[in-house]
């Protein structure tokens, strides 16, 4: 049986709370930056998008602002809280331009790529 997101751990190393469920985001889009114990997964990085990083994001042909019905994506809104692949969140962030990190929703596992210094830095739930 594959975890719940109610038994993963978030950057803190308490268990890891939902980003959004409007817009639906996650890998397995239920709400959490989960990995379900699955390799690969790397939407761990739960954040707040602005406007700056929406327009570098889609500069950097990574569009998640235009709609994709197909995919039931309305796209994304400045204010939207969205499950980032956490090396798009690297990039943006040594862009200048990271969005604000929600720690209690983004996954543990994110560690293994940054610092706790640098997404608490940049957290919403702590500024």
Not at 26 to 47: Q, S
């Amino acid at each position: 049986m594959k975890p719940s997101p109610q038994t993963e751990n978030n950057v803190l190393g308490g268990t890891l709370r939902a980003c959004s469920y409007a817009p639906l985001t996650g890998y397995f889009r239920d709400g959490c930056c989960a990995t379900h114990a699955e390799d690969g997964v790397a939407h761990l990085v739960c954040v707040r998008v602005t406007k700056a990083f929406l327009e570098f994001s889609v500069a950097r042909g990574n569009d998640l602002v235009t709609p994709r019905l197909e995919m039931r994506f309305r796209g994304l809104k400045p204010g939207d809280k969205w499950c980032l692949h956490v090396l798009r969140w690297i990039e943006a962030w040594e862009a200048g331009c990271a969005p604000q990190v929600v720690l209690e929703a983004t996954h543990a596992r994110a560690l293994e790529y940054v610092g706790l210094d640098a997404l608490k830095a940049h957290a919403l739930d702590l500024n």
